[in-house]
């Protein structure tokens, strides 16, 4: 069952909405041929010369008609929907309403859109990292568990294969292997033979990538085991089998606090060639304040201690679009305790639908 909430908008002549008379019974009569039942249930003419009126029908449909006197009509319907049952209107039907509704109105534009389905079973909705509403063609819930930290779900997309997400946050589908290789820079950086360390990663996507480039040894460090369970159980063309066992010839995984395996390596000056910063993503706020950036800056510092003078912290960012939030965390960058240089790169992530950046940051070289 869901809400199911359909929007559409037309642009006419001013001169209509402030005479409204004519318009709104113009309106009212094109909408009852294709929703029974209409009533009118209230009617509201503005100061500025725009109006409201408020409409029922049959499927407990709501709707509302808006005026705006620059020459704007904007035309919700909204109505219930049962799991099984016909649409009220289709999107073929909508279209044909729009177009007797561009003809009848004299409208120059108009616009419809499909209907938003709202607390059904199985969500569609995500929200890119510049705060647009994507849909996707999501079709069953394969896995939905709360851990301690999150919640972890499993969704089936038609297109995208199986979908790890996050608190309602798309983190990794089975057609993001881009994802992977441009935060590692597949092709572009050496790992054979090297000592390398992951801070998060519990998908297990970049822990079976990078064993492929036979380094030396891979430490995981993930929080979260559930996020493990779910991928080993239902992403398995991205993490192979890497999450069966905790530890093999040349990888170990720790779960556990990845401050703490930090703070330990430190304590025992441990370095290595590659950290990775596999864990949260940069948040998208007005100012580098409050508990996520604090622990961005935790981890970049400590990172930075644990890596060789050569080494690198490798890690994703943010959406291309997010400008603001980039500049703020290449600024904390620019301020660490061990000074650092970075280079960035970007890719087009088939399941986040737009670029997403990422970061390689060194150790400053002394010159």
Known sequence: MSINTIFLDLSVDPTDIVEKLTIISTIKEAL????PGMKDVHSTN?????????LTASRDSFITVRGFPQGLVSINIEYFQEEGTEQLLTYEAVKQLETV????????????FPAIQRGSKIDRYFVTSDGRIIEMDIDAVIFNEQSPYQRVQVLHSKTMGNLLVLDELQNLSERDLIYTETLMQRGKEDYLDKEIVILGGGDGALLYELLKER????????????????????????C?????KLEDINYKIVIG????????????????????????DIPVSTSPQGEVWDFIRLILNKAMQVLKPTGKYMTHGNGAGSQTSLAMYENQLRNLKIPVEFTKDKAFIPSFLEDWVFYQVSP???K
Request: with cysteine.
């Open 32 to 35: 009852s041929n294709f929703i």
């Open 364 to 366: 400053m070289k002394l």
């Open 46 to 54: 503005f100061e500025d010369g725009g109006f409201l009126l408020v």
């Open 215 to 238: 380094p030396k040894f891979v430490t995981m460090l993930e929080l979260d085991e559930v996020v493990m369970r779910a991928c080993r159980e239902h992403l398995r063309s991205c």
């Open 257 to 280: 606090d990845c401050v703490k395996s930090l703070d330990t390596m430190i304590a025992e000056g441990k370095t290595v060639d590659y950290v990775f910063g596999d864990l949260t």
């Open 240 to 244: 192979g089998n890497c999450l069966d």
């Open 101 to 112: 509704l561009t003809n009848v109105t004299g409208s120059k534009k108009s616009h419809k």
